[in-house]
């Protein structure tokens, strides 16, 4: 479900392209002024698809700096032949925002308040018909199961991870898991 968020992607004009590529060249030789010119050019489109995910300003300009931190650091690894770096630097934030979801300061963070469940319901009002849709559907299952969806699913917790932070038994995590998604796709099939 995650990846969908993420999997939008920039159409560029043959001039466009080839200017990004002299760019990309030139941030690899060193060059910050390139870099500097490429975050122009990126930073507004990543900056809202984090902001998709994270539906907080103050987090989505802390995530979208240090993505950039990481794409600067590891530019000198994109290889044309393997994507665009459009998606090679949306996958960069990516794993940026699923690192920060999965440290211990967030989880304790969004357990102290108890937020998981407004969050998710105000991205499913914001989102497109699939993940409204979707919401419903969730919000059909029993609250354990919503629970177990949420955290793993939404969030990108690890069954193991979801397991000590609810302090029950992994194969409980597991089959709540299992029977949440089969009486998911009952109800899509129906």
């Known amino acids: 479900m995650l990846k969908h968020i993420f999997a939008q992607n920039l159409v560029l004009e043959p001039q466009t392209e080839i200017v990004i590529n002299e760019l990309i060249a030139q941030a690899q030789s060193g060059s910050k002024n390139a870099f500097a010119e490429i975050y122009n050019r990126y930073a507004a489109a990543v900056s809202g ?23 600067w650091k590891n ?17 960069i934030a990516r794993n940026t925002v699923i690192d920060h979801m999965r440290s211990k300061e967030f989880k304790s963070q969004q357990i102290q308040k108890h937020f998981l469940f407004e969050i998710y319901e105000e991205k499913a009002l914001t989102d497109n018909e699939d993940r409204i849709q979707l919401n419903s559907l969730v919000a059909k299952l029993e609250p354990q ?41 009952k109800m899509i099939q129906s």
């Open 75 to 91: 530019i000198g690894s994109y290889d044309p032949a393997k994507g665009s770096f459009f998606t090679w630097i949306v996958r």
């Open 49 to 71: 698809i984090i902001f998709r995910f994270t539906q907080s300003r103050e987090s989505s300009e802390d995530l979208l700096q240090d993505s950039f931190v990481r794409i």
């Open 145 to 185: 199961c919503r629970q177990i969806i949420d955290l793993v699913y939404i969030w990108g917790f690890s069954q193991d991870e979801v397991s000590r932070m609810l302090n029950i038994p992994l194969g409980t995590v597991k089959s709540r898991s299992r029977n949440a998604v089969r009486q998911l796709r």
